[in-house]
Structure formats: C-alpha cells, structure tokens
C-alpha cells in the first residue's frame, strides 16, 4: 500500500501586489509514491520545491493541478492526518507554554488521551533524547535544537503509521543530527514509514531505502536508492547522491 | 468537538499569560477609579456619573482587548509558524477559528467579571449601594465584546494586522453612529419639507446610511447604560432579542471567517 500518492502535482503561487502579482510555479507536475514500510529521502537544493510539497501533503496548501492523497485521502480531510505524525522545518512553537504542557496539547489533538498520553509523552521524549527536566521550563527558553527535539516528540507520540519530517536536522549541532537519525532508524525499524526532507546527502545514503530529488519544482529520480545509486543509463557511473545531484542541478 | 476544547482552552492560557490584557486591565481600572473624581467634579449625580462613565470604559476596553488582542489571535500564529504543526493535526480549520475564538471569549467572561467587580468596589468607596441591573449592563457588555472580537478575528482571517484593526476599528463607530445617522437625517427630512427654497441633501446619503445600518451588527443595541443609569424600564424582552442579535452575528461571522481561513493557503 502507497502511503504517500502524488500524481502530476503543480502548486503556483502568487507574488503580491509589490511583485505586479507575477505567478511562481514552485513545482511543476512530478509524480511519486511513498510505498509502507520506506524510509524515504526527498532531496533538492533550496526552492526546489520540497517543503511546497510537504505542505500540501499536509493539507496546508492547495494544490493548483494534480492529484495528492496522503494515506488514500485528500489531505485537506482531517481524517488523513489521524495516522500521521509531521514536524515542519525548524519548527516554532507557542513560548507561552511549558515542553509539557506543548507536548500534553498535540498529543491530545492527536487522540492520545488519560493515562496514555503521560506514557506517550514519556516515551516520546525518551526516543527524541527530550531531557524531562526541559519539560517544565517554557518554551522561549529552549535553544533551536531543543525546539527541533521537541519537534520530533510531538510527531512521533501518537504512534503514527507515517512520519512526514522537514529538514529534521536542520539547525542541529553533530550530536543532535546523531540522535535524530537514530530515532529515526528505530521508528523506522518498528513499522513507521518515515518521509523526510533534507541537505544531509550522505544520511540519506545511509539511512533511506527510497529517495526522489527535485531541482527547480521539477522531479529528476525517484525510486529505490540503490537504483539511484546505481543507473545504468550514467555512462559516469555517479554512486553519490552529491555528484548525481549536482549534475541534475546542472541538466536542469 | 474535543479538539474544539482543547484549542480553546490552548487559546484561553495564551490570552491570561499575554501581558497586554493586564496592561488594558490596569488602564481599565485606572479609568474607573477616576470616575470617583469625575463624580465629584460634575455638577450630576457623582452616582450616575461614575456608573455611565465606567460602563463605557467597559466597553471602550472590551474594543481595545478585541483590537490588540483578538486581531492578533490569528496572527500571531501564521506570523510564528505555530499554525503548520496546528493544522497538521487532525483538526478541521473551523474548529481552530472557532477554538481560538472560545478560548478569547472565556478571557471577556473573566474581564467583564473583574471590571463589573471594581465598579461594585469604586461605588461602594463612593458610599452608593451597587443597583443590581448594572449586571444587565455587564451583560449586554459582554455580547458587544463578544461580536466586536468576531469581527476582529473575520478581518484577520484574510488581511493584515494593521489593516485589520483599522477595519474592526471602523466597524465599532459606524455601528454606534449609523442608528443616530439616519435619525438625524429624518429629522433633515422633515426639515426641509417644512423651509422653502431648503434642497434635500441627495438620496445616497440616506441610502449608504441605511445599507451601513443594515449590514453590520447594531453594537448600539447593547448599550443600556442610560436604561441602567437613569433607572428606566428595559422593554419586555430585551435581552432575548438583544442576545439572539448577538448569538447571531457572532455565528455568521465566524462561519464567513472559517469558509475564508479554509480556501487560504499557509506559505
């Protein structure tokens, strides 16, 4: 079962009025599928269009033309989002709020509720190396890699079928990139298809089972990586997604 | 309609830890302590006086916390980014609006209980008994905050935060002056039937007066400040109709904004 369904996607965005209400086509008609159980990369270079798709995936832009469903449904549905943890790049969050009270707020939103929701929260924070002593501090105090930690806590303490991650390392020192990528290999390794965007080339090498990369809104490979990796039609036969990027880059 | 609760009360925690509502708090209850001497100065009854005064402060505060904070509500979460891992949740748009909306609405329920309070007090430091209608005017106070916070959060629904305290703003006095607008102009009219030679001021002026009159909500309905002051009667069912007015621009409002907030796209 695909998880993740987009078929000719375009989204077009509208400058404002200080722009002479020019259209921007950020991605343009690419097509791919998240299959259940992958772990799966979805790189460019900045504007390629990523977080514009994620978005969408998401329900929180429309789509211009073509067709996106997230776990069968049209993302705008609400009901395709019960299964699905997401944590938008460099997430913000209300710094009014203690990490608890955030991570009590999403994780009630997301139908985890009474005695579950502390276990949930415990084992989230757990995962994502959430210190519980940041939990009771308000947000505005946390550092950006704390907020990003806590970012993955509150995708991932539902339990979700499918996680759709933005640049998750975004903003994150050696350490912090170490243990995201962790967690994300054990929730991968426990059944929940991962979707993530990112710069980091060399963990998607390492960690992803599927990848697409998009250059300029449009879709240039998609598929298994090893099949990435190993195109017979390169006659300089590129095994780094750093080389096979950049000459995309360079096609587009 | 769980999540509906816990992004109101989501909503609600926010407002009471913003210290802007204290801020207006304070000025409100600086106002109100003034009108002791504001009743001392006038040549009225000091009662009456520190009795309308403060009810219009009411009111006039409940503009500001609709202006500063209930324009913000929305914003503030597009601004912050808050509102992607909000929606990304499996919540409807209208429930947010609608969320934020309650949760704001709670803080003018414990406003209007704070303010309604410290006139109890200002009148009992002042040696007058505290009339038990002027609840009636709390009341009607709270409808007027809780219809002026609906357009606020309409306007913020889909245009800027300067703009759209400009247009709630706008709103506020075109609803209190339209009703003595087409007033005044019935009287023009009669005037000028009775002087000869006087020219009829031209018939898009009565018309923009009455379309200004009919297409906004009538705020002026729910002031009773004269009826409670003055001790007049309150025709029979007053508030009924005075509430229904409320309940009813408050739910058209809110679904126009949803239907906005649900067509936009967060970039």
Avoid at chain 2, 19 to 33: D, E, N, Q, R, S
Wanted: with cysteine; glycine share 8%.
């Amino acid at each position: 079962m695909n998880l993740v369904e987009i078929q000719n996607f375009s989204k077009v965005y509208r400058l404002g009025i200080e722009h002479g209400l020019k259209k921007v086509e950020a991605v343009k008609s690419i097509s791919l599928t998240v299959p259940e159980g992958a772990l799966y990369g979805f790189i460019g270079p900045n504007g390629a269009g990523k977080t514009t798709t994620i978005k969408t995936l998401m329900g929180l832009l429309r789509p211009t033309s073509g067709t996106v469903l997230l776990m069968g449904k049209n993302p705008l549905d609400p009901a395709s989002r019960v299964q699905v943890g997401f944590q938008p790049e460099q997430p913000y969050f209300y710094d009014y709020l203690t990490g608890q009270e955030l991570l009590s707020f999403y994780g009630r939103l997301s139908g985890v509720r009474g005695q579950d929701l502390s276990k949930s929260i415990e084992e989230a924070c757990d995962l994502c190396k959430v210190d519980p002593s940041w939990l009771t501090r308000r947000l505005r105090t946390y550092s950006k890699g704390m907020s990003q930690r806590l970012g993955l806590a509150q995708a991932v303490l539902h339990k979700p079928k499918l996680l759709i991650l933005d640049e998750p390392m975004s903003g994150l020192d050696p350490m912090g990139r170490r243990d995201v990528r962790l967690a994300m290999l054990e929730l991968h390794k426990a059944g929940t298809t991962i979707f993530y965007s990112s710069h980091v080339l060399s963990d998607v090498e390492e960690v992803c089972t599927h990848a697409a990369m998009v250059v300029r809104g449009t879709l240039r490979r998609e598929g298994l990586l090893s099949e990435i990796l190993n195109n017979p039609d390169d006659p300089e036969h590129r095994q780094k997604l750093e080389d096979i990027l950049a000459r995309e880059v360079e096609l587009a | 309609m769980r999540e509906l609760i816990w992004i109101a009360l989501s909503s609600f925690r926010e407002t009471v830890r913003d210290k802007i509502l204290y801020t207006l708090l304070f000025f409100v209850l600086l106002l109100f302590a003034f009108s002791i001497l504001l009743g001392e100065w006038s040549v009225f009854s000091q009662q009456k006086v520190i009795t309308d005064f403060s009810l219009g402060v009411m009111s006039l505060g409940g503009l500001a916390i609709a202006i500063f904070i209930g324009v913000g509500l929305i914003q503030k979460e597009i601004q912050r980014k808050t509102i992607l891992t909000l929606l990304s949740k499996p919540v409807h748009r209208w429930q947010f609006l609608v969320g934020k909306y309650l949760g704001l609405v709670m803080v003018l329920v414990l406003n209007i209980l704070v303010m309604t309070a410290a006139l109890w007090l200002v009148l009992k430091l002042s040696g007058f008994p505290f009339d038990p209608r002027l609840l009636l005017a709390s009341y009607e106070t709270f409808w007027e905050m809780a219809v002026i916070t609906a357009v606020a959060l309409f306007f913020s629904s889909f245009s800027t935060p300067v703009v759209s305290s400009l247009l709630t703003f706008a709103v506020f006095l075109a609803s209190h002056l339209s009703g003595g607008i087409l007033q005044y102009l019935e009287t023009m009219k009669k005037a000028v039937g009775k002087i000869p030679g006087a020219t009829p001021l031209p018939a898009y002026v009565e018309w923009t007066a009455k379309t200004v009159r009919f297409a906004l909500p009538d705020l002026e309905i729910f002031n009773i400040r004269s009826v409670v002051v003055h001790s007049l009667p309150l025709p029979d069912m007053y508030l009924v109709w005075s509430t229904l007015h409320g309940i009813g621009w408050t739910v058209f409002l809110m679904a126009l904004s949803s239907v906005w907030f649900s067509r936009r796209d967060f970039v």
